[in-house]
């Protein structure tokens, strides 16, 4: 049976065994515990709510003998006492050094500490927990958390955090429905923080920003100096389109954490969509004096420039990003129409024949298919090339049968081609769809060529 614990003192409850986070829960004098295990100085204790926390073991000693029926307790101690003698003492300090670790911002040194420790001790869950959760920090090492947490709830089913952590790395792998079973279950199990934010974070690429928004801001009421979180909750305002909320957040965030990089670029983002663009660069400048080798920033930052006019430094901070990150078929379409409205349309062709390749081969890279080949059209009807220009016209409309852009253009074309009724048919397409800003232009085109 597990130990009875008498909290005799307030102790403050952590989510991991670890002094550097912030205390996640209260426990009030005179509450009676249940000791679930130790680590080093560390006890897991539950409360008679259910909700699990760690506390410093070293404030806690062997209470008087019980009264009879009644199992000994363990009772708060003003002064620290050696913890009780543990055959895994050098297993304990590898866990120190590991956390120490992780709070210098060295994750992947973590990563070998924590190894080390399972190698000691491989039923010991926290260990592959914690394991984890470096391999979150690294970026990139989502199979590997998987892997570990699994490992983890084989040891123990009930352990909350290696729920929420392998939700959130499935999220990252796309399993976004894999995501949600393994958060509902750390929710379940008392994880109070980690389980709505990585639930609301999975919400969030389940394009579901009003749930993410709910799960986030419980997650905010129990820990509110966490600056992730309010840049994930910032990320699900600007999803809906709620620009003024979604700055507060991101502002909140750089208060806690001013070199927050990614905080400022999604705050220089929000700023442009509210129509701020100048605010929006100043953020991004930051953004990219933070982390020279962020993609996004330049990209976001060309975006910004092009919007202001500024098509040739708009060409630059795209190159930059191209650099950076070869892969984003969004970049490329980008630069593709900047330099058609530098007229340099066999460069355009160059970069729209990158887009459309990268993002056939990238289902989930949300670029818009259709845009991409309506845009390389319109580089070919510049060119004169018409048959080419209807090929992609076609295409486009074969993946949205209502983009009014793609019968636009296939409507230049076809007048061009002197076919009148393929060319009226078109423009009064373009008329029915929900591109306004074409419709007075189509609608003049169908007066010209019936007149």
């Given amino acids: 049976m597990s130990p009875a614990l008498v909290a005799v003192d307030a102790v403050a409850g952590r989510v991991n065994p670890d002094p550097a986070e912030a205390p996640t829960s209260r426990i009030e004098a005179g509450t009676e515990l249940r000791e679930l295990e130790r680590l080093g100085d560390w006890v897991r204790v539950e409360t008679p709510s259910g909700d699990r926390w760690w506390v410093d073991g070293r404030r806690l000693s062997a209470a008087p003998p019980a009264p009879p029926g009644r199992s000994p307790a363990v009772v708060a101690a003003p002064q620290p006492v050696p913890p009780p003698p543990s055959p895994a003492a050098d297993a304990s300090a590898d866990f120190a050094r590991g956390l120490a670790l992780v709070e210098r911002g060295e994750p992947a040194e973590a990563v070998e500490a924590f190894s080390q420790l399972i190698r000691k001790d491989p039923a010991n869950s926290s260990a592959y927990v914690n394991r984890a959760s470096c391999y979150l920090l690294m970026g990139g090492q989502e199979e590997a958390v998987v892997r570990d947490c699994t490992e983890a709830i084989r040891l123990d089913p009930g352990n909350e955090l290696a729920h929420a952590n392998r939700g959130l790395a499935r999220c990252f792998l796309g399993d976004l429905q894999g995501a949600l079973e393994d958060c509902n279950q750390a929710i379940r199990l008392g994880a109070d923080f980690t389980g709505y934010l990585h639930r609301g974070i999975t919400y969030l690429n389940l394009g579901q920003p009003q749930d993410a928004v709910s799960d986030l801001t419980h997650a ?158 319109v580089a070919f009807t510049d060119m004169g090339d018409t048959p080419r220009a209807f090929a992609n016209c076609n295409d486009a409309i074969q993946i949205d049968p209502h983009h009014g852009f793609a019968y636009y253009v296939r409507g230049i074309n076809s007048a061009m081609q002197g076919d009148s009724a393929a060319a009226i048919a078109d423009f009064r397409r373009v008329l029915e769809s929900d591109q306004e800003h074409l419709h007075a232009d189509a609608a003049a085109r169908v007066r010209e060529l019936t007149g």
């Fill in 220 to 377: 905010l009421e129990r820990n509110r100096s966490d600056p992730d979180t309010y840049v994930s909750r910032g990320r699900a305002y600007a999803a809906l389109q709620q620009y003024a909320p979604a700055v507060s957040d991101f502002s909140r965030a750089l208060d806690l954490d001013p070199a927050n990089s990614e905080a400022r670029r999604q705050r220089g983002l929000a700023l442009m969509m509210s129509g701020s663009v100048k605010k929006g660069l100043r953020d991004l400048d930051q953004a990219i004096r933070l982390d020279p080798a962020d993609a996004l920033a330049y990209y976001l930052r060309g975006s910004g420039y092009l919007d202001r006019g500024e098509t040739r430094r708009a060409v630059d901070d795209f190159d930059r990003a191209i650099q950076l990150d070869p892969g984003n078929p969004a970049f490329y379409a980008s630069r593709g129409a900047c330099l058609r409205d530098l007229d340099e349309p066999q460069r355009a062709l160059e970069d729209y024949d990158s887009a459309i390749g990268l993002a056939r081969s990238q289902p989930s890279s949300h670029v818009d298919l259709a845009e991409v080949l309506v845009n390389r059209a």
